[in-house]
């Protein structure tokens, strides 16, 4: 018996060429998705926009399952190619949920809500795909339901905590800064990282509250290990692309910081490639608010977003993070160190300071301080660790290591808020400057003082998983 195919087609990237083009670039991109969509049907088929950027096409009269997917195959191929709007080249794409009539359902509307879930699951997985619906779609979405009752439930719960990755210096292995990680913890067994949750809280509406509370609590714990007389540092926290659309939030971030007394020179801000160019029209008056207040904006995943290296020119921001996608294979792959060598020279040239993340091994650390990385994160440094632990390792001024694990052989001191400021001017020009009464530091190794013998600094336990947010103020 013959059976009928129904595709739900939702465009990729429509809201950037909207925001960045202009809504009559968009209109006309509509029009010209349902042309090619209109050339890839046969006389018989029947194509329609739904609504929005989202398209449904109806198959009939198909013979199987691999019929309907050669034909979504051709839709996503033909959308593949860029547009020629009005002169402009515009890059769109699409994802494809594909339904067969054969599947149990009780009406048409059934059949459009699984091709639905299929599109959303295509999305979630890799834009630019096909996804046949399954009956196991219907516990996936499920799921999905149970978790964001539970998410707009979690801050009511005090569950929402936050975990800290030390960033250091690559040479010394000195701690000269944190990344804020916020975790859920959702139960006593399960801890779930940002990236699981986070999308989720954008599509809720509820990202703007979460985002305030894990600023609020990052630089409140900031404060209050400067009260401890620990050395200080700055700690980095993630903005999403939904905060940047708000034209009022430097003016939150600036409450946030008088509430909780914290100076602004130890915040940093940061943000992807992907979140700056979904803001193209606000992201750059944004940008330059936040940083005349004192407080540094760094590039996150540099390379691995839309890698047009025009905004570099546009944007006011002071460091560049290298994803751990170049960094992993530096040492083992020639492009990968090209093109790793080539961003932190580009970066130095433009003035601004180089953290690359992901380092695992040392060898990835040799190779980056010969090219002369400013600064590594990753899991050779530290895994990201609770408030208390990174306190401790606050207290030793650097990551416990073996000795000559990064080249350095001397004793670790503290720095003072000076010492810090001297350090970072001698990476970036444009820091702050020391308190006048004291005088910069021309060579960086009078930090450290001949040991009498091998330094020997103990690895930390891991320490217990608090079930609430930690604001550390006392051993």
């Given at each position: 018996m013959p059976l009928f195919a129904l595709m739900f087609l939702d465009l990729d990237r429509f809201k950037i060429v909207n925001d960045s083009m202009g809504h009559l670039v968009g209109d006309q991109l509509?029009?010209?998705?349902?042309?090619?969509?209109?050339?890839?049907?046969?006389?018989?088929?029947?194509?329609?926009?739904?609504?929005?950027?989202?398209?449904?096409?109806?198959?009939?009269?198909?013979?199987?399952?691999?019929?309907?997917?050669?034909?979504?195959?051709?839709?996503?191929?033909?959308?593949?190619?860029?547009?020629?709007?009005?002169?402009?080249?515009?890059?769109?794409?699409?994802?494809?949920?594909?339904?067969?009539?054969?599947?149990?359902?009780?009406?048409?509307?059934d059949l459009l809500?699984?091709?639905?879930?299929?599109?959303?699951?295509?999305?979630?997985?890799?834009?630019?795909?096909?996804?046949?619906?399954?009956?196991?779609?219907?516990?996936?979405?499920?799921?999905?339901?149970?978790?964001?009752?539970?998410?707009?439930?979690?801050?009511?719960?005090?569950?929402?905590?936050?975990?800290?990755?030390?960033?250091?210096?690559?040479?010394?292995?000195?701690?000269?800064?944190?990344?804020?990680?916020?975790?859920?913890?959702?139960?006593?067994?399960?801890?779930?990282?940002?990236?699981?949750?986070?999308?989720?809280?954008?599509?809720?509406?509820?990202?703007?509250?979460?985002?305030?509370?894990?600023?609020?609590?990052?630089?409140?714990?900031?404060?209050?290990?400067?009260?401890?007389?620990?050395?200080?540092?700055?700690?980095?926290?993630?903005?999403?692309?939904?905060q940047l659309q708000h034209k009022d939030f430097p003016h939150r971030v600036a409450a946030i910081l008088q509430e909780t007394g914290l100076d602004p020179r130890w915040l940093e801000l940061e943000l992807t490639e992907t979140a700056l160019m979904n803001n193209l029209d606000q992201a750059p008056a944004i940008l330059s608010q936040i940083v005349s207040q004192g407080i540094r904006v760094s590039i996150d995943d540099f390379g691995t977003g839309y890698s047009s290296l025009n905004y570099l020119r546009h944007f006011d921001f002071q460091t560049l993070k290298i994803d751990r996608s170049f960094v992993s294979d530096i040492t083992t792959d020639p492009k990968a160190a090209a093109i790793t060598k080539g961003v932190i020279t580009m970066a130095h040239n433009l003035r601004l300071s180089v953290i690359a993340?992901?380092?695992?091994?040392?060898?990835?650390?040799?190779?980056?301080?010969?090219?002369?990385?400013?600064?590594?994160?990753?899991?050779?440094?530290?895994?990201?660790?609770?408030?208390?632990?990174?306190q401790e390792l606050l207290r030793g001024g650097s990551i416990p290591h073996s000795p000559g694990q990064f080249g350095w052989h001397g004793s670790l001191e503290p720095l003072t808020s000076n010492q810090f400021l001297n350090l970072e001017r001698a990476l970036d020009p444009h820091a702050p400057a020391p308190h006048p009464t004291h005088p910069a530091l021309t060579d960086l190794s009078l930090l450290a003082t001949p040991p009498a013998g091998p330094a020997r600094l103990p690895l930390l336990p891991h320490s217990p998983r608090p079930h609430q947010p930690l604001i550390i103020t006392g051993r």
């Open positions: 509509l029009i010209a998705v349902a042309g090619r969509l209109r050339n890839c049907a046969r006389p018989n088929d029947i194509v329609a926009r739904f609504g929005g950027d989202e398209f449904v096409i109806l198959l009939e009269r198909i013979h199987d399952k691999d019929e309907a997917m050669r034909a979504g195959s051709r839709i996503l191929g033909a959308l593949s190619t860029p547009f020629d709007i009005n002169g402009n080249e515009v890059i769109s794409g699409g994802s494809l949920g594909l339904v067969l009539s054969d599947e149990p359902a009780a009406n048409v509307q809500r699984f091709a639905d879930m299929a599109m959303y699951q295509a999305k979630s997985q890799r834009k630019g795909t096909l996804e046949v619906y399954h009956q196991g779609l219907n516990d996936s979405v499920t799921r999905a339901c149970t978790l964001q009752n539970d998410l707009a439930r979690a801050m009511l719960r005090n569950q929402l905590l936050l975990y800290f990755q030390p960033v250091v210096c690559t040479g010394s292995g000195r701690i000269l800064g944190a990344e804020a990680l916020l975790r859920w913890n959702r139960s006593s067994h399960e801890l779930v990282s940002a990236g699981d949750f986070v999308p989720m809280a954008e599509e809720m509406g509820i990202i703007d509250e979460i985002g305030d509370w894990v600023l609020r609590n990052a630089c409140n714990q900031n404060l209050a290990w400067q009260r401890l007389g620990l050395p200080p540092v700055r700690v980095a926290v993630n903005l999403s692309a939904r993340e992901g380092v695992e091994r040392s060898d990835q650390r040799r190779f980056l301080a010969a090219e002369n990385c400013d600064q590594v994160q990753g899991y050779l440094a530290s895994r990201p660790v609770p408030p208390l632990q990174l």
